[in-house]
Protein backbone atom coordinates (compact mmCIF):
# COMPACT_ATOMS: atom_id res chain seq x y z
CA UNK A 1 0.00 0.00 0.00
CA UNK A 2 0.91 3.64 -0.55
CA UNK A 3 0.96 6.40 1.77
CA UNK A 4 -1.52 9.31 2.11
CA UNK A 5 -0.17 12.63 3.62
CA UNK A 6 -2.92 15.75 4.26
CA UNK A 7 -2.23 19.29 4.80
CA UNK A 8 -3.56 22.32 4.74
CA UNK A 9 -6.11 22.43 8.06
CA UNK A 10 -6.10 25.30 10.25
CA UNK A 11 -8.24 27.87 11.81
CA UNK A 12 -10.74 30.14 10.10
CA UNK A 13 -13.57 32.68 10.46
CA UNK A 14 -17.30 31.35 10.00
CA UNK A 15 -17.89 32.28 5.90
CA UNK A 16 -14.26 31.75 5.16
CA UNK A 17 -12.45 28.95 3.28
CA UNK A 18 -9.53 26.25 3.39
CA UNK A 19 -7.84 23.67 0.56
CA UNK A 20 -7.27 20.85 2.21
CA UNK A 21 -4.27 18.69 0.36
CA UNK A 22 -3.65 14.61 0.33
CA UNK A 23 -0.67 13.53 -1.18
CA UNK A 24 -1.58 10.01 -2.20
CA UNK A 25 1.10 8.18 -3.36
CA UNK A 26 0.68 4.70 -5.46
CA UNK A 27 -3.21 5.68 -5.21
CA UNK A 28 -3.69 8.12 -8.11
CA UNK A 29 -2.24 5.73 -10.61
CA UNK A 30 -4.80 3.02 -10.30
CA UNK A 31 -8.62 2.69 -10.20
CA UNK A 32 -9.11 3.97 -6.88
CA UNK A 33 -11.62 5.93 -5.04
CA UNK A 34 -10.37 8.65 -3.21
CA UNK A 35 -12.38 10.16 -0.25
CA UNK A 36 -12.90 12.93 2.55
CA UNK A 37 -13.93 11.96 5.89
CA UNK A 38 -13.97 13.88 8.92
CA UNK A 39 -14.57 13.39 12.41
CA UNK A 40 -16.09 16.04 14.90
CA UNK A 41 -15.26 15.11 18.69
CA UNK A 42 -17.81 12.85 20.48
CA UNK A 43 -19.17 11.88 16.95
CA UNK A 44 -18.32 9.40 14.13
CA UNK A 45 -16.60 9.64 10.94
CA UNK A 46 -18.37 10.88 8.43
CA UNK A 47 -17.55 10.49 4.94
CA UNK A 48 -17.77 13.93 2.83
CA UNK A 49 -17.05 13.74 -0.81
CA UNK A 50 -15.29 11.38 -2.58
CA UNK A 51 -13.92 11.27 -6.71
CA UNK A 52 -13.59 8.20 -9.10
CA UNK A 53 -10.50 7.79 -11.06
CA UNK A 54 -12.17 9.17 -14.11
CA UNK A 55 -13.32 12.57 -11.59
CA UNK A 56 -17.23 11.91 -10.92
CA UNK A 57 -17.40 13.01 -7.45
CA UNK A 58 -20.26 12.73 -4.39
CA UNK A 59 -20.71 14.82 -1.84
CA UNK A 60 -22.80 14.45 1.64
CA UNK A 61 -25.57 16.78 2.10
CA UNK A 62 -23.49 18.64 4.79
CA UNK A 63 -21.46 20.07 2.30
CA UNK A 64 -22.90 19.78 -0.63
CA UNK A 65 -22.59 23.15 -3.07
CA UNK A 66 -19.82 24.51 -0.66
CA UNK A 67 -17.22 21.67 -1.17
CA UNK A 68 -15.19 20.67 -4.15
CA UNK A 69 -13.13 17.36 -4.47
CA UNK A 70 -11.09 16.99 -6.78
CA UNK A 71 -7.79 15.15 -8.34
CA UNK A 72 -4.34 15.80 -9.79
CA UNK A 73 -3.42 12.28 -10.63
CA UNK A 74 -0.36 13.91 -11.89
CA UNK A 75 0.69 15.15 -8.53
CA UNK A 76 -0.71 12.01 -6.95
CA UNK A 77 -2.73 14.97 -5.09
CA UNK A 78 -6.04 15.18 -4.03
CA UNK A 79 -7.74 18.51 -2.97
CA UNK A 80 -10.54 19.29 -1.00
CA UNK A 81 -11.86 23.39 -1.75
CA UNK A 82 -14.13 24.15 0.99
CA UNK A 83 -15.97 27.30 0.90
CA UNK A 84 -18.54 29.30 3.36
CA UNK A 85 -16.86 27.27 6.36
CA UNK A 86 -19.32 27.15 9.25
CA UNK A 87 -18.42 26.63 13.00
CA UNK A 88 -20.00 22.64 12.63
CA UNK A 89 -17.27 21.68 9.95
CA UNK A 90 -14.74 21.93 12.65
CA UNK A 91 -13.13 18.22 12.80
CA UNK A 92 -10.50 16.51 11.79
CA UNK A 93 -10.50 15.69 8.02
CA UNK A 94 -9.09 12.25 6.50
CA UNK A 95 -8.18 11.27 3.14
CA UNK A 96 -8.69 7.92 2.14
CA UNK A 97 -8.42 5.46 -0.05
CA UNK A 98 -10.72 2.93 -1.64
CA UNK A 99 -11.94 0.99 -4.50
CA UNK A 100 -16.12 1.86 -4.66
CA UNK A 101 -17.70 4.91 -5.14
CA UNK A 102 -18.98 5.41 -1.28
CA UNK A 103 -19.19 7.56 1.06
CA UNK A 104 -19.34 4.56 3.72
CA UNK A 105 -15.97 4.14 5.39
CA UNK A 106 -16.07 -0.08 5.13
CA UNK A 107 -15.17 0.89 1.67
CA UNK A 108 -11.70 2.17 2.61
CA UNK A 109 -8.47 0.55 3.31
CA UNK A 110 -6.26 3.00 3.89
CA UNK A 111 -5.73 6.17 5.89
CA UNK A 112 -3.81 9.37 6.33
CA UNK A 113 -2.94 10.87 9.72
CA UNK A 114 -5.72 13.72 9.71
CA UNK A 115 -5.27 17.32 9.43
CA UNK A 116 -7.37 19.66 11.62
CA UNK A 117 -9.82 22.07 10.66
CA UNK A 118 -11.31 24.67 13.03
CA UNK A 119 -14.05 27.12 12.23
CA UNK A 120 -14.77 30.18 14.58
CA UNK A 121 -18.32 31.51 14.79
Known amino acids: AGQLAESGGGSVQAGGSLRLSCVAS????????MAWFRQAPGKEREGIAV???????LYADSVKGRFTISRDNRRNTIYLLMNSLKPEDTAMYYC???????????????WGQGTQVTVSS
Open 96 to 110: AAGRALSLGEQWYQD
Open 26 to 33: EYTSGSYC
Open 51 to 57: IGFGGSP
